[in-house]
């Protein structure tokens, strides 16, 4: 229902055609598990940030304030938590997880978008704060971009860069991060009692911690443009 959702808000944008608009607010109306995700299980946020963005003579502008409200309430969320971390990301406990960089790099995007709607400068400080993690400021001290920094990751869970017999891996590309949940043998064997945000290993065994995959890739490559 949620590709749905994003879709029908995606075509009514492009086209403008009644019918497209009818269905997004059909969904809308049927209720989603998140109207404000922007990760690859759920899209909600997607659909939602298609509708903000369409000329506002066309909406349903009840619809508009209330996914409005949300989007920007869930902004504020991200922000506190961010002044609350210690390396000041929005990164709760529980969503140290398989690809913890793509849920940080998401919430990332958020908070641009926030500052795109409002022009609140307080948005794109803490997007900005998740750069500098991504990039090395946190607890190992660690680029989980591969090829960038003093400390980038060299060994992913990616075939090309193992395969290719070039020493350094494919420059460019986002780890998936911390994993408290240790979810790989190399994991396992390394780090077990670690703190969450130090569950990760610079390993090509590591898929848990070290995979590279699309969907963390993307938001990087929007909070890099940003910031470019």
Excluded at 95 to 115: C, D, E, K, P, R
Excluded at 125 to 150: E, I, M
Excluded at 206 to 214: G, H, L, Q
Aim: glycine fraction near 8%; aromatic fraction near 12%.
């Amino acid at each position: 229902e949620d590709e749905k959702y994003w879709a029908s808000a995606e075509m009514f944008r492009t086209t403008g055609q009644q019918k497209f608009h009818d269905r997004f607010v059909a969904l809308f109306q049927s209720g989603l598990a998140s109207y404000y995700s922007l990760g690859w299980a759920e899209v909600g946020g997607y659909g939602t940030l298609a509708y903000l963005l369409t000329d506002h003579a066309h909406v349903d502008q009840g619809i508009a304030e209330q996914l409005y409200a949300g989007f920007l309430s869930q902004a504020k969320e991200y922000a506190a938590q961010t002044k609350r971390d210690g390396y000041r990301i929005s990164l709760e406990l529980s969503q140290y997880i398989w690809g913890s960089l793509m849920v940080m790099l998401n919430q990332a995007m958020h908070l641009i978008m926030a500052h795109r709607f409002t022009q609140d400068a307080s948005y794109l400080d803490a997007a900005l704060d998740h750069f500098h993690y991504l990039l090395g400021r946190n607890p190992l001290n660690q680029s989980y971009v591969t090829g960038f920094g003093s400390k980038p990751v060299m060994h992913p869970h990616h075939r090309p860069s193992v395969a290719d017999k070039v020493h350094d891996p494919v420059p460019g590309l986002v780890s998936g991060g911390p994993n408290k949940n240790l979810q790989d043998n190399a994991a396992r064997a390394a780090l077990q009692g670690q703190p969450a945000a130090r569950c990760f290993i610079d390993h090509n065994d590591s898929y848990s911690t070290n995979e590279i995959t699309i969907y963390w890739n993307s938001p990087a490559v929007f909070v890099a443009a940003c910031f470019n």
